[in-house]
């Protein structure tokens, strides 16, 4: 709870990701990587309860030996490779009512803390906001990018703040990492997106918020898990 108010989390794993098949049961470091998100849930100080939200068996057994509450199985029309990823959240606070946050945790980011999840919470509880997101520093400024026409030619997508000489003056921009969204319930049916013009954004380490899309992102965080175990030695 916060601030006595009930907290549920949710973690969505359907059976048919693409990019990397099976992905939300793969191996990390010895685990599957859906147990990375399960934990940082165990160790948050607010969340009352942990569920999943899968339509696939395998997935839901690997849950269920993690740790993880399964409550029900997600119909197959809201595990298709078009659906919203708002639909299994609103699902979920549909079969689980009485609830007044609602905390959504894609398995995808498995370095992401519960100390992450927790400052998302608070954010909310503190400042009276509706819905808080995790956001990071990007590596590279929407100041720096350009679109190509035809023939080649360069369009910046934003104009050069004025007065702007060195990278240094660049204004300060943030992008959704992905890694925790917070909202609450009763707000959140009423808008079906985490993201309108009231949602507050919660600065997250660049190291908490790699997400997981290729296999080549896998294999990178089984390296960066290897390097922290190597220098621990």
Not at 25 to 40: D, F, N, T, V
Not at 167 to 177: E, F, G, S, T, W
Not at 199 to 224: K, P, S
Request: hydrophobic content about 40%; proline content about 8%.
């Amino acid at each position: 709870m916060v601030n006595d108010r009930k907290v549920l989390a949710v973690i969505p794993a359907r059976g048919g990701s693409k990019g990397v098949p099976r992905k939300n049961i793969r191996p990390l470091a010895g685990k599957p990587l859906l147990a990375w998100s399960i934990e940082a849930a165990g160790g948050s100080r607010y969340i009352d309860r942990l569920v999943l939200s899968s339509d696939d068996a395998e997935i839901i057994r690997v849950a269920r030996e993690a740790g993880c509450e399964v409550p029900f199985v997600r119909p197959a029309e809201l595990a298709r490779d078009d659906t919203p990823g708002i639909e299994p959240v609103l699902h979920t606070l549909e079969m689980l009512p009485g609830y007044d946050y609602v905390v959504l945790l894609q398995p995808t980011s498995p370095f992401r803390t519960a100390a992450d999840i927790d400052r998302c919470i608070e954010t909310c509880a503190a400042k009276g906001a509706p819905a808080c997101v995790s956001v990071t520093h990007p590596d590279k400024s929407p100041f720096w990018m350009y679109t190509l026409d035809g023939e080649t030619r360069m369009t910046p997508i934003l104009p050069p703040p004025e007065g702007f000489f060195r990278r240094q003056d660049l204004p300060q921009v943030y992008a959704l990492n992905g890694a925790v969204y917070v909202a609450e319930t009763e707000w959140l049916l009423k808008n079906r997106t985490f993201i309108t013009a009231e949602t507050r954004g919660c600065v997250m380490a660049g190291e908490h918020a790699v997400d997981i899309d290729t296999e080549q992102d896998l294999a990178f965080c089984e390296f960066l898990l290897g390097s922290r175990a190597q220098s621990y030695q």
